[in-house]
């Protein structure tokens, strides 16, 4: 199975075992990818990492 990166359209092979809201990085263009979906494969680019968790 395979997504399509939305930045470059690249086609993401999913790692066995990935999961929903896996980070995974796109192979051709190094984009940080977000799985959305497993089946069907699914990605969009992962937010920045502007966390702010506010501890
Ligand atoms: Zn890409």
């Given at each position: 199975m395979a997504a399509e990166c939305p930045v470059c359209g690249a086609d993401i092979e999913f790692p066995e075992g990935t999961v929903e809201n896996e980070l995974i990085e796109?192979?051709?263009?190094g984009t940080e990818l977000e799985?959305?979906?497993?089946?069907p494969p699914k990605v969009e680019e992962a937010p920045s990492e502007e966390e702010d968790w506010g501890q």
């Open positions: 796109c192979p051709d263009c799985v959305i979906s497993v089946d």
